[in-house]
Structures are given as structure tokens and as C-alpha cells.
């Protein structure tokens, strides 16, 4: 029975077996490993996944996939978790994890946004992503593809560029050159944020205009004296510093309020 890809879903599903072939030798898949793939599809993972593993979680949206996992796995060696993978709750799942998926390129920062949310429950993540994306992920500071979402992944996890995939090796072939990833997360005690949620507010409002200097996109929260007290220059602009530099402005801001309030 074939499969139409569905462009509401982002469906381009891999075909190429060589590649295939590399990310599960790079995954390095063990029995008694709590694996979960992100959206199956067509099994390209999915099946040389369970000719190691013991038990494979899969989170499906489009019911014409979910009614071929039904009839094409054993059922006693996967486990369907139908619906959307932004609303499902990794928690619910046998911790370590790891994840693995060729995630659609139209969701594909929320959903990383989403997994980071659970970086405590996670051993590793493997993706396949739109290559510009993964060139984002993995981007020194000062650099053309250096952004918000470098700084705000680059604090939670280790992460490297593994394999690069070109658009034939799918079915239908995408417009656009694409990459796998490793993601390993920093342990919590390594975390140099202390509060993530005003972190991300710096880090948001920093690259907000990314033209201005850091003068002006954070006037609202740091003064002058304060860049001159962390040793940081105000002149710079967003992408000139690494997440360290953000930890270290939004830690000391939390601090002053703090010190203000106490």
C-alpha cells in the first residue's frame, strides 16, 4: 500500500539505505535502550531500530501511518503514542530516554524548544533536520548563522553535526540540503543559568534587533555600569557573545532584584 506524503505534516520520507544505514550505526541502538522515534513515517528507522531493540516508542500524528504501524510491527515491540508530537509528554515515558526522528522542517525549532523541556529525562537525542538548521544549532558566536537559537540549545546540550543528507536521498526530495545531529544534555548542575525563564527573556531581547548594539536592545535590563562590572561591551552586538556571556548578564540581573527586593 503506498503513501501519499502529506505537506500538513512536513512528510519527506528516507529512502536512501546507505544513509539509513550510518545514522543507526552512529545511534548505536542497544537491547534495553527506552528509545522513542519522532514520526516513523514509512519504518525507514523504524524497522532496523527493532532488529536491536527490545521495545521502540513511536509518537505518530497522521492516522494512515498509525493504521500501518498497527499492521506492519509486532505489536509486543512497539508502542504508538498517537497525536502531536509538540503536546506529548516525554515524562510519561521510562527514563533514561533516547530520541531520535526525522523531525518535520516546518516545526522543527519549537519541537526542539519542546524535547528541550525534558533535557533532565534525556540520555541523547539523534535528529535529521534542514541542514541550515543544524548549521544554527552548532554556530560559534560571530558568525553569519549565529542566532537565538544557537545560544538558547548551546547552554542545555552538547551538540555536533554528524552526517550531511542530501535531497535525493528522500522521497518526495526537499528543496533544501539536510543534516543529522547529536544532542546530549548538560547536566543540571552544569547549567550555568540560574533562572532560565529571564535568561531566555535576555536572549530574546537581545536578538530582537539584532543591528543594534546591546546599549540599546537591553537598555531595559542592564546599565551602563553594569556591562562595565561584568567586563562585557555594551558596543557589541547580539551575536558577538556566547552563552556564557548571556548567563553571566541574566544571573547578575536576577541578583540585583533579588538584592532590590530583599
Known amino acids: 500500500m503506498s503513501h501519499q506524503a502529506k505537506k500538513r505534516f512536513g512528510q519527506n520520507f528516507l529512502i536512501d539505505e546507505q544513509i539509513i544505514a550510518d545514522i543507526i550505526r552512529t545511534i548505536r541502538p542497544v537491547a534495553d535502550d527506552n528509545m522513542v522515534e519522532i514520526g516513523p513515517g514509512l ?25 500501518r504501524l498497527k499492521n506492519d510491527y509486532p505489536q509486543h515491540k512497539i508502542v504508538i503514542h498517537e497525536g502531536d508530537a509538540l503536546k506529548f509528554d516525554l515524562a510519561e ?8 526522528g526525522n523531525l518535520p522542517y516546518n516545526i522543527s525549532s519549537p519541537l526542539l524548544f519542546h524535547f528541550a523541556d525534558y533535557a533532565a529525562h534525556i540520555t541523547d537525542m539523534h535528529f535529521m ?9 552548532v554556530a560559534a558566536p560571530s558568525t553569519p548563522e549565529y542566532g537565538r537559537l544557537s545560544v538558547m540549545l548551546q547552554y542545555r546540550f552538547y551538540m555536533e553535526k554528524l552526517l550531511d543528507v542530501p535531497p535525493e536521498s ?5 528543496k533544501v540540503d539536510s543534516a543529522i545531529v547529536r544532542m546530549i544534555p548538560i547536566p543540571g548542575k552544569d547549567i550555568p543559568v540560574d533562572d532560565e525563564k529571564l535568561f531566555a527573556e535576555i536572549v530574546k531581547a537581545a536578538f530582537g534587533q539584532r543591528r543594534k548594539t546591546l546599549r540599546n536592545t537591553l537598555r531595559g535590563y542592564i546599565s551602563e ?5 561584568l567586563d562585557i561591551d555594551a558596543q557589541l552586538r547580539a551575536e558577538n557573545l556566547g ?8 544571573n547578575w540581573i536576577a541578583t540585583q532584584r533579588t538584592t532590590k527586593t530583599s
Open 243 to 250: 552563552y556564557l556571556d548571556y548567563a553571566k548578564m541574566s
Open 43 to 67: 519504518g525507514a528507522l523504524t524497522r532496523p531500530l527493532l532488529q536491536h531493540l527490545n521495545t521502540l516508542h513511536v509518537v505518530e500524528i497522521d492516522r494512515d501511518i498509525i493504521a
Open 170 to 174: 528522500f522521497r518526495p526530495a526537499p
Open 225 to 229: 555600569a553594569d556591562f562595565a562590572e
Open 129 to 137: 533536520l534542514q541542514n541550515e538548521v543544524v548549521e544554527r544549532m
Open 93 to 100: 515515558l521510562p527514563a533514561p530516554l533516547r530520541i531520535v
